[in-house]
């Protein structure tokens, strides 16, 4: 007989965490044979293996130099590299002042939330949006509010509305090729965004692991970038290698104005002292070497070719049975079913025909907000061929879904 667990008094965001939707299809996306639409993962074969052991050589000849612990703010070749490659995007920053290094930029949104919010608080996000930056904001314990976002990003005219009941004190998006949703917020709705921000006196945060991964249409600078005057003030920067680089570096940072980013440091130094100094010294050479600059465009180009094979694929094997606005870059498309099947009752069905995708109620912060009818799909890391017939094994899903066929699968509700 096992012990009976204490009654622990956990703290009141703790008390229920929610399990990740996302991670509990992750069994079945590993199945031999399976084709898997689900992850957020960039594309294993597309990594630079050999220009990162290029870099790992030339650090490894200086390794005693690289092995005590990093500055907390990160290591001073790296903040120096990354403000180079924030000003290649438009956004200009003092390396010593404005920008630290975090593990990805998860842990960026997380100290920039916990640094600003408190219960009592209020902060704002995009809906759908990415489930663990809802809880970033949540476990500060701070009431999370939602604004609804669609293929233009964000709803600019409910944020105004909602801001000026709520006063939020931060403003979370992902303004380049979202995640689920695969918008981009143009330079102008960008524009008016910093307007508000300014006007309801809110951080407008923009998590940017994708902009670099635009493969149509010209390419809009970060919402930090086009800042001037007091609105700079109130504009925070987030971004990551995951995507670009690999997602094993855990290398983020943030642009941020001088006083919020003093306390993210000092965040920083009671979670976790610091990242990698070794990794960091791997990054920084990476970057110094040119490899990123040469790397970006091989997988630019790849991706664009896997986008462009999931858009036909959708458009020959499910004509009238989904919509789907085709991303100008990223690694999703977000797709919704157009009959009386919803994502979630096809979902055991794509499974038995080996495809999975995440149905999109996973990305809604508010369960009565969800759109039933949607999925994500990542074209990431599957070839044109595989996506190809993932979406031909979709139809045939989908197809014995409407004829009700008996289903071996069965999944939690």
Same mark, same amino acid.
């Given at each position: 007989m096992s012990p009976i667990a204490p009654d622990y008094?956990?703290?009141? #965001?703790?008390?229920? #965490? #929610?399990?990740?939707?996302? +991670?509990?299809?992750m069994p079945y996306a590993m199945r031999p044979g399976t084709i898997s639409l689900a992850g957020g993962y960039p594309?294993?074969?597309?990594? *630079?293996?050999?220009?990162?052991?290029?870099? %790992?050589?030339?650090?490894?000849?200086?390794l005693g130099g690289c092995l005590q612990y990093s500055n907390i703010d990160g290591q001073a070749s790296l903040r120096e590299q990354l403000a180079r490659l924030s000003a290649a995007r438009g956004l200009r920053c003092n390396p010593d002042t404005e920008l630290a290094v975090t593990g990805g930029s998860q842990q960026a949104l997380a100290l920039l939330s916990r640094v600003m919010l408190q219960p009592g608080d209020h902060a704002v996000i995009e809906t759908p949006a990415f489930p663990n930056s809802v809880q970033a904001l949540r476990y500060t314990g701070a009431a999370v509010h939602t604004v609804p976002s669609g293929p233009q990003g964000i709803d600019l *005219?409910?944020?105004d509305e909602l801001a000026a009941r709520v006063k939020p004190k931060m403003v979370c998006v992902v303004a380049s090729f %979202?995640?689920?949703?695969? &918008?981009?917020?143009? +330079?102008? !709705? !960008?524009?008016?965004l910093l307007e508000l921000a300014v006007r309801h006196r809110f951080l407008v945060v923009e998590d940017d692991p994708y902009s670099e991964l635009r493969f149509d249409g010209e390419a809009?600078?970060?919402?930090?970038?086009?800042?001037?005057?007091?609105? !700079? @003030?109130?504009?925070?920067?987030?971004?990551?290698? %995951?995507?670009?680089m690999a997602p094993a570096l855990r290398i983020g940072w943030l642009v941020a104005p001088a006083e919020i980013r003093r306390r993210c440091v000092g965040a920083k130094a009671a979670d976790d002292m610091a990242c990698s100094a070794w990794i960091q010294e791997v990054v920084a050479q990476y970057l110094a070497n040119g490899r990123y600059d040469e790397h970006v465009p091989r997988i630019r180009a790849a991706y664009g070719l896997r986008c462009d094979a999931m858009a036909g694929a959708l458009a020959r094997e499910l004509d009238g049975r989904i919509r789907f606005s085709k991303p100008q870059g990223g690694m999703f498309f977000w797709a919704r079913l157009t009959g009386d099947v919803d994502a979630t009752r096809l979902l055991p069905y794509a499974?038995? @025909?080996?495809?999975?995708?995440? #149905?999109?109620?996973?990305?809604?912060?508010?369960?009565?907000?969800?759109?039933? @009818? &949607?999925? +994500?799909? %990542?074209?990431a890391t599957m070839n044109e061929a595989q996506i190809a017939e993932g979406m031909v094994r979709l139809g045939r899903a989908l197809t014995a879904c409407e004829a009700n066929e008996p289903v071996s699968v069965s999944l939690a509700a």
């Open positions: 008094a956990f703290a009141t #965001p703790f008390l229920n #965490p #929610p399990a990740s939707p996302i +991670r509990s299809l594309a294993q074969e597309l990594f *630079d293996v050999e220009g990162l052991s290029v870099a %790992s050589t030339q650090v490894m000849a200086r *005219d409910a944020l %979202s995640n689920p949703c695969g &918008a981009t917020l143009a +330079r102008e !709705r !960008r524009l008016r809009v600078p970060p919402i930090a970038a086009l800042a001037e005057g007091e609105a !700079r @003030h109130w504009a925070v920067y987030l971004s990551s290698m %995951s995507k670009t499974i038995e @025909h080996e495809v999975v995708y995440v #149905p999109g109620k996973a990305f809604y912060a508010n369960p009565a907000e969800a759109d039933l @009818h &949607a999925m +994500r799909m %990542s074209f």
